[in-house]
């Protein structure tokens, strides 16, 4: 029952930020969506690591969660300055 | 122990359905990047402590996680608010009031 309840509502987050990263009217809406979507990947893989029993997929996350935030970092001082 | 933990991470997993939700519904950039952030920075926080709470022997990785998570979530949404502030992206219409106006010459 609790993992029901879980996996439902981080799917559920999932489908409405996907929805958002099609739909986006401009490129900052899809960067934000991206950003969200990741931030709740990371609390998946660390649930999904529960699950499993599964020691690994903290460093997983761990280093998930690093890419995600250079990449972000990237994409708005691509947005603000171009390509120099 | 175990009761703690699972109540602590069904509350965090509404709370990222819910910054699902306000990312789907809100009109604008900036109201999508305050739901972007707090909702999703609270709910990683309840559910990866949630987790480390249920098995004890992960707890100190678990908190290396949750700190990284504080220290970069509200950087990277606050350097893209920037971007796209100064790439011109418009404000909703029903906005009150623009303070960057002050700033601009």
Same mark, same amino acid.
């Given at each position: 029952?609790?993992?029901?309840?879980?996996? @439902?509502?981080?799917?559920?987050?999932?489908?409405?930020?996907?929805?958002?990263?099609?739909?986006? @009217?401009?490129?900052?809406?899809?960067?934000?969506?991206?950003?969200?979507?990741?931030?709740?990947?990371?609390?998946?893989?660390?649930?999904?690591?529960?699950?499993?029993?599964?020691?690994?997929?903290?460093?997983?996350?761990?280093?998930?969660?690093?890419?995600?935030?250079?990449?972000?970092?990237?994409?708005?001082?691509?947005?603000?300055?171009?390509?120099? | 122990?175990?009761?703690?933990?699972?109540?602590?991470?069904?509350?965090?997993?509404?709370?990222?359905?819910?910054?699902?939700?306000?990312?789907?519904?809100?009109?604008?950039?900036?109201?999508?990047?305050?739901?972007?952030?707090?909702?999703?920075?609270?709910?990683?926080?309840?559910?990866?402590?949630?987790?480390?709470?249920?098995?004890?022997?992960?707890?100190?990785?678990?908190?290396?996680?949750? @700190?990284?998570?504080?220290?970069?979530?509200?950087?990277?949404?606050?350097?893209?608010?920037?971007?796209?502030?100064?790439?011109?992206?418009?404000?909703?219409?029903?906005?009150?009031?623009?303070?960057?106006?002050?700033?601009?010459?």
């Amino acid at each position: 029952m609790f993992e029901i309840i879980c996996f @439902s509502l981080i799917g559920l987050g999932i489908v409405f930020s996907v929805l958002r990263l099609i739909r986006g @009217s401009t490129t900052p809406d899809r960067v934000v969506a991206l950003d969200t979507l990741s931030t709740i990947t990371t609390s998946l893989l660390v649930f999904l690591g529960f699950i499993f029993k599964r020691y690994v997929y903290l460093d997983v996350a761990l280093v998930y969660a690093l890419l995600t935030f250079i990449g972000a970092i990237v994409v708005a001082r691509f947005l603000e300055k171009g390509l120099k | 122990m175990e009761i703690l933990g699972m109540a602590l991470t069904i509350f965090g997993v509404i709370f990222l359905c819910l910054g699902g939700l306000g990312i789907l519904r809100l009109p604008d950039v900036y109201n999508r990047l305050q739901a972007g952030t707090k909702c999703t920075t609270l709910g990683a926080f309840c559910t990866i402590i949630g987790v480390g709470i249920m098995e004890p022997q992960w707890f100190w990785k678990t908190l290396l996680i949750v @700190s990284f998570i504080f220290l970069t979530n509200p950087i990277s949404n606050h350097v893209i608010g920037r971007a796209s502030k100064n790439s011109g992206v418009p404000l909703c219409d029903k906005t009150v009031i623009d303070k960057t106006k002050d700033f601009e010459k």
